[in-house]
C-alpha cells in the first residue's frame, strides 16, 4: 500500500482500542510523558504524531519532524499544538471535533437533572447522618424553558435529549438556519427573550472576547428568580461573582458548572455556595469519548497516509505564495467585515453570498470563502473553519454559500463583497484594500470610505437627514466625555434616509446609546469593535 512502513509516534494516554487500525498499517510507538528535547530527538523518524493535552507540540518540534505529515489531536482543543508553524511547515493538524460531542451533552444534562433535584446536596446531607427531605424539593424538567445560547454540535446534541424531558426548547445562535432550528424542535429567540422566559439555561459557546462573560451581571438582571444556570462549555462564560451574587440575593436559583478560566482549580467562590453544584471539567471524561476521539484521529491518519483529504483538517493546506501574497490583506479583510455584517444585520441567516471582484476574482478565492464563514461563525462556534470544512461546517447549520466573481471592478481594483440574506432582510458590507489599509467602503445600503484602526470602537446609527441630528449626537457624546475621532454620513437622498458612523477612542455605554436612540428619527444605534 505504502511505499515503506509508516510510522506513528504517540507521546500522551491514548485509548489502545481506538488506535487498532493504526497498527494494520504502521508502526506505531507509544512513548509518554517524553521531555520536549527527546521528542525532537526522534520525531525526524515519524510520519505522524498523535497527543491529547500533555503534550506541547512546539514549533522546535515540528520544525525537527522532516518526515512529519500530520499532527493530531485527540479531543476538540488544539491550544498545546503550535498550528501556524504546522502550517508554514507544510504539516496537517487534525482533531476529533466530535469525540466528545455526546459525553459532554450527557454531562449538561446530568447537572441539569442533578440541579433540578438537588442530587449532590442531598446525598451530602444524608451521607452527614441527617435526613432532611423537606429541604429538597425539587422542579420537574417537563413543560420547564431550557434556553440554549450556541447550537453547534454539542448544544443540538443537548436539545434533542432535553426534548424527550418534553421541555419547550429556545435557542440562541445568529448563525443557524431556522428550519435546522425547527428540526430539533427549538424556537430561535433573541438573547433578551432567551434570559427571560428559561427556566433552564445552558451555554455551548467557545471562549473569546465576544463572549467572555456573556453572562454577566446585566443580563442575571432578567432571567426569572427560579433559573438554573448550567455550563459545561469553557469557564469565563459567566461572570462568577455575579452569578453567586444574584444567588446569595435569590435572584437566582442555582447553577451547575463543569468548567473554570483556570484549571486545574481547588479554590473558588462557587464551592461555597450549596445551589452551585462543580465537578472538575468531566464533559469528555467517558471511556465512550476517549475511544472515539483516538479511534477519530486513527482513521484520518490513515486516509492522510493514502493521500486522502482530512475530514478534520484545523489548518489549511498549501497555498502557493503568490495566492497568499494577494489575498492575504483580504483575509484580514474578511474578518473584519463578518464582524461589521454579524452585529448589524438582523434575524436568522439563511444563506451567506460573498462577491468578489477585480484583480482577486483571479485567484482561487476558496480561502477567503474560508475566512469569511470562519469569521461569521468565531462568536458562536469553537469549530475551526478552514479550505478543507467550510463547505460543510455551513452545511451543517443549514446555511447555503454562494459565490460570485467578477473580472471588472468599477471604482476599486478589488472588492470584496459579504452579505447575509436572513429571514428578515439582506445586508451587505464591503471593502478593499488600498496602500495596505483596509477600507469599509459600503455598509448595507450606504457606499462611504472608513479606515479601520485597531482599538477604536465605531457607532452606526440610521436616521432621518435633517438639520442639527448631528449635533444632537455630538453633544451626548461631548457630555459623556467620549471623543468621537472620525466621522462619516451616508445618504440615500436630501432629507431621506441616511447613516451615520462615529469612530469613538472608547466605548459608548449602553446608557449614552439609548440616549442617541431617543432623538427623534433616530431609528438604530449600534457599536462595534473592530
Given at each position: 500500500?505504502?511505499?515503506?512502513?509508516?510510522?506513528?509516534?504517540?507521546?500522551?494516554?491514548?485509548?489502545?482500542?481506538?488506535?487498532?487500525?493504526?497498527?494494520?498499517?504502521?508502526?506505531?510507538?507509544?512513548?509518554?510523558?517524553?521531555?520536549?528535547?527527546?521528542?525532537?530527538?526522534?520525531?525526524?523518524?515519524?510520519?505522524?504524531?498523535?497527543?491529547?493535552?500533555?503534550?506541547?507540540?512546539?514549533?522546535?518540534?515540528?520544525?525537527?519532524?522532516r518526515n512529519l505529515?500530520?499532527?493530531?489531536?485527540?479531543?476538540?482543543?488544539?491550544?498545546?499544538?503550535?498550528?501556524?508553524?504546522?502550517?508554514?511547515?507544510?504539516?496537517?493538524?487534525?482533531?476529533?471535533?466530535?469525540?466528545?460531542?455526546?459525553?459532554?451533552?450527557?454531562?449538561?444534562?446530568?447537572?441539569?437533572?442533578?440541579?433540578?433535584?438537588?442530587?449532590?446536596?442531598?446525598?451530602?446531607?444524608?451521607?452527614?447522618?441527617?435526613?432532611?427531605?423537606?429541604?429538597?424539593?425539587g422542579t420537574e424538567?417537563?413543560?420547564?424553558?431550557l434556553g440554549i445560547?450556541?447550537?453547534?454540535?454539542?448544544?443540538?446534541?443537548?436539545?434533542?435529549?432535553?426534548?424527550?424531558?418534553?421541555?419547550?426548547?429556545?435557542?440562541?445562535?445568529?448563525?443557524?438556519?431556522?428550519?435546522?432550528?425547527?428540526?430539533?424542535?427549538?424556537?430561535?429567540?433573541?438573547?433578551?427573550?432567551?434570559?427571560?422566559?428559561?427556566?433552564?439555561?445552558?451555554?455551548?459557546?467557545?471562549?473569546?472576547?465576544?463572549?467572555?462573560?456573556?453572562?454577566?451581571?446585566?443580563?442575571?438582571?432578567?432571567?426569572?428568580?427560579?433559573?438554573?444556570?448550567?455550563?459545561?462549555?469553557?469557564?469565563?462564560?459567566?461572570?462568577?461573582?455575579?452569578?453567586?451574587?444574584?444567588?446569595?440575593?435569590?435572584?437566582?436559583?442555582?447553577?451547575?458548572?463543569?468548567?473554570?478560566?483556570?484549571?486545574?482549580?481547588?479554590?473558588?467562590?462557587?464551592?461555597?455556595?450549596?445551589?452551585?453544584?462543580?465537578?472538575?471539567?468531566?464533559?469528555?471524561?467517558?471511556?465512550?469519548?476517549?475511544?472515539?476521539?483516538?479511534?477519530?484521529?486513527?482513521?484520518?491518519?490513515?486516509?492522510?497516509?493514502?493521500?486522502?483529504?482530512?475530514?478534520?483538517?484545523?489548518?489549511?493546506?498549501?497555498?502557493?505564495?503568490?495566492?497568499?501574497?494577494?489575498?492575504?490583506?483580504?483575509?484580514?479583510?474578511?474578518?473584519?467585515?463578518?464582524?461589521?455584517?454579524?452585529?448589524?444585520?438582523?434575524?436568522?441567516?439563511?444563506?451567506?453570498?460573498?462577491?468578489?471582484?477585480?484583480?482577486?476574482?483571479?485567484?482561487?478565492?476558496?480561502?477567503?470563502?474560508?475566512?469569511?464563514?470562519?469569521?461569521?461563525?468565531?462568536?458562536?462556534?469553537?469549530?475551526?473553519?478552514?479550505?478543507?470544512?467550510?463547505?460543510?461546517?455551513?452545511?451543517?447549520?443549514?446555511?447555503?454559500?454562494?459565490?460570485?466573481?467578477?473580472?471588472?471592478?468599477?471604482?476599486?481594483?478589488?472588492?470584496?463583497?459579504?452579505?447575509?440574506?436572513?429571514?428578515?432582510?439582506?445586508?451587505?458590507?464591503?471593502?478593499?484594500?488600498?496602500?495596505?489599509?483596509?477600507?469599509?467602503?459600503?455598509?448595507?445600503?450606504?457606499?462611504?470610505?472608513?479606515?479601520?484602526?485597531?482599538?477604536?470602537?465605531?457607532?452606526?446609527?440610521?436616521?432621518?437627514?435633517?438639520?442639527?441630528?448631528?449635533?444632537?449626537?455630538?453633544?451626548?457624546?461631548?457630555?459623556?466625555?467620549?471623543?468621537?475621532?472620525?466621522?462619516?454620513?451616508?445618504?440615500?437622498?436630501?432629507?431621506?434616509?441616511?447613516?451615520?458612523?462615529?469612530?469613538?477612542?472608547?466605548?459608548?455605554?449602553?446608557?449614552?446609546?439609548?440616549?442617541?436612540?431617543?432623538?427623534?428619527?433616530?431609528?438604530?444605534?449600534?457599536?462595534?469593535?473592530?
Amino acid at each position: 500500500m505504502f511505499d515503506r512502513k509508516m510510522k506513528v509516534l504517540i507521546t500522551d494516554d491514548i485509548s489502545e482500542e481506538g488506535i487498532e487500525s493504526l497498527r494494520n498499517v504502521a508502526q506505531v510507538d507509544i512513548k509518554p510523558n517524553l521531555a520536549p528535547q527527546g521528542i525532537i530527538d526522534i520525531i525526524g523518524d515519524y510520519d505522524a504524531l498523535i497527543v491529547r493535552s500533555q503534550t506541547q507540540v512546539t514549533e522546535s518540534i515540528i520544525e525537527a519532524g522532516r518526515n512529519l505529515q500530520v499532527i493530531a489531536r485527540a479531543g476538540v482543543g488544539i491550544d498545546n499544538v503550535d498550528v501556524d508553524a504546522a502550517t508554514r511547515c507544510g504539516v496537517l493538524v487534525v482533531n476529533a471535533p466530535t469525540g466528545n460531542t455526546v459525553s459532554a451533552a450527557e454531562h449538561t444534562i446530568a447537572l441539569l437533572l442533578a440541579s433540578a433535584r438537588n442530587v449532590p446536596q442531598a446525598n451530602a446531607s444524608l451521607k452527614s447522618g441527617q435526613w432532611r427531605r423537606n429541604e429538597f424539593m425539587g422542579t420537574e424538567l417537563r413543560g420547564k424553558a431550557l434556553g440554549i445560547i450556541g447550537l453547534g454540535n454539542v448544544g443540538s446534541e443537548v436539545a434533542k435529549r432535553a426534548h424527550s424531558f418534553e421541555m419547550k426548547l429556545i435557542g440562541n445562535d445568529p448563525l443557524v438556519s431556522a428550519d435546522y432550528a425547527q428540526k430539533l424542535h427549538i424556537e430561535l429567540v433573541d438573547m433578551k427573550a432567551l434570559l427571560r422566559e428559561s427556566d433552564f439555561i445552558t451555554l455551548h459557546l467557545p471562549l473569546n472576547d465576544k463572549t467572555k462573560k456573556i453572562i454577566g451581571t446585566k443580563e442575571l438582571a432578567m432571567v426569572k428568580p427560579s433559573v438554573r444556570i448550567i455550563n459545561c462549555a469553557r469557564g469565563g462564560l459567566i461572570d462568577e461573582e455575579a452569578l453567586v451574587k444574584a444567588i446569595k440575593e435569590k435572584r437566582v436559583a442555582g447553577a451547575a458548572v463543569d468548567v473554570f478560566e483556570k484549571e486545574p482549580i481547588t479554590e473558588s467562590i462557587l464551592f461555597g455556595v450549596d445551589s452551585i453544584i462543580v465537578t472538575p471539567h468531566l464533559g469528555a471524561s467517558t471511556t465512550e469519548a476517549q475511544v472515539l476521539a483516538a479511534r477519530d484521529v486513527a482513521e484520518q491518519i490513515v486516509e492522510i497516509f493514502k493521500g486522502l483529504p482530512a475530514r478534520a483538517a484545523v489548518n489549511v493546506p498549501y497555498i502557493p505564495s503568490e495566492t497568499m501574497t494577494a489575498l492575504r490583506p483580504y483575509t484580514k479583510l474578511a474578518r473584519t467585515l463578518c464582524k461589521l455584517v454579524y452585529r448589524l444585520a438582523e434575524g436568522q441567516t439563511r444563506v451567506i453570498r460573498i462577491s468578489y471582484e477585480g484583480d482577486i476574482s483571479e485567484y482561487d478565492t476558496n480561502i477567503l470563502k474560508a475566512a469569511v464563514i470562519g469569521g461569521l461563525l468565531e462568536g458562536t462556534s469553537d469549530e475551526r473553519v478552514n479550505l478543507v470544512n467550510c463547505n460543510l461546517v455551513a452545511a451543517k447549520r443549514g446555511l447555503s454559500i454562494v459565490e460570485e466573481k467578477e473580472a471588472n471592478c468599477e471604482n476599486y481594483s478589488s472588492l470584496l463583497t459579504v452579505e447575509i440574506q436572513t429571514n428578515q432582510a439582506s445586508f451587505a458590507v464591503a471593502g478593499t484594500v488600498m496602500h495596505d489599509d483596509m477600507h469599509i467602503v459600503r455598509i448595507g445600503e450606504y457606499w462611504l470610505d472608513i479606515v479601520p484602526t485597531p482599538g477604536s470602537y465605531f457607532l452606526f446609527s440610521d436616521h432621518r437627514d435633517r438639520p442639527g441630528l448631528i449635533g444632537a449626537v455630538g453633544k451626548i457624546t461631548g457630555d459623556a466625555d467620549i471623543n468621537i475621532s472620525t466621522m462619516h454620513l451616508g445618504r440615500l437622498q436630501k432629507r431621506g434616509k441616511a447613516m451615520l458612523v462615529l469612530t469613538l477612542d472608547e466605548p459608548l455605554p449602553e446608557e449614552i446609546q439609548q440616549k442617541i436612540l431617543e432623538i427623534p428619527e433616530v431609528y438604530s444605534v449600534k457599536q462595534v469593535e473592530l
